[in-house]
């Protein structure tokens, strides 16, 4: 069974910057496309960025893009979510996700496409 275990949350100002990681430590990840997804107090979970099993293709939700930024590196089985200019409303318990069985240049944002997840990690963007 795949386990994944985010790190990297806290508490930020509006503005700042965090860096989450993806890690596991029993399975190779690059069988695996990633994402990563938030889900807010009261809202439905939602996809903020997935990438490829080779790292190619990235993909981000319009309300992230050109503010956070989706790497992997496959030799130490993690991903990494760098997340700068953060605003209040990033505010969400964030978790990173597999899906295996695809091509390697697939990406996803569908929430209902991952079969393993991590327990997640708080992000508060306040002042």
């Known amino acids: 069974q795949l386990q994944l275990v985010e790190s990297g949350g806290g508490l930020v100002q509006p503005g700042g910057s965090l860096r989450l990681s993806c890690a596991t430590s029993?399975?190779?990840?690059?069988?695996?496309?990633i994402g990563w997804f938030r889900q807010a107090p009261g809202k439905e979970r939602e996809g903020v960025s997935c990438?490829?099993?080779?790292?190619?293709?990235?993909n981000y939700a319009d309300s992230v893009k050109g503010r956070f930024t989706i790497s992997r590196d496959n030799a130490k089985n993690t991903v990494t979510l760098q997340m700068n200019s953060l605003k209040p409303e990033d505010t969400a318990v964030y978790y990173c996700?597999?899906?295996?069985?695809?091509?390697?240049?697939?990406?996803?944002?569908?929430?209902?496409?991952?079969?393993?997840w991590g327990q997640g990690t708080q992000v508060a963007v306040s002042s």
């Open positions: 990438i490829s099993r080779n790292g190619i293709n990235t």
């Open positions: 029993r399975f190779t990840l690059d069988y695996y496309a």
């Open positions: 996700a597999a899906l295996m069985g695809v091509t390697y240049l697939y990406t996803s944002l569908r929430t209902a496409d991952y079969g393993y």
